[in-house]
């Protein structure tokens, strides 16, 4: 996953995950959805992203999941 923020463009974007770009779909206004070809979520673009969120919390970012998720892949269960 990344996260970056383009402050000429005032635009957020979450890739989720890599793959090939098919389409995109506007959530609501001004959140764009990237779709790849097998849809799968590829990326969220939010655009004017200062005036739905003050922009120190776009400065930190948190990152909670389970430690399984971040020891991918997952070791071999044992025979």
Not at 21 to 47: C, H, K, S, W, Y
Not at 50 to 70: F, G, N, T, W, Y
Request: aromatic share 6%; proline share 8%.
């Amino acid at each position: 996953m990344k996260i970056s923020y383009d402050t000429e463009a005032d635009a957020l974007y979450i890739g989720i995950c890599e793959g090939k770009f098919a389409r995109n779909r506007e959530a609501m206004p001004g959140v764009i959805l990237d779709i790849g070809t097998q849809d799968e979520l590829l990326g969220i673009e939010i655009l004017d992203a200062s005036r739905r969120c003050p922009l120190k919390e776009l400065a930190h970012v948190d990152i909670l999941m389970p430690l399984q998720i971040a020891e991918w892949p997952l070791p071999a269960a044992p025979s």
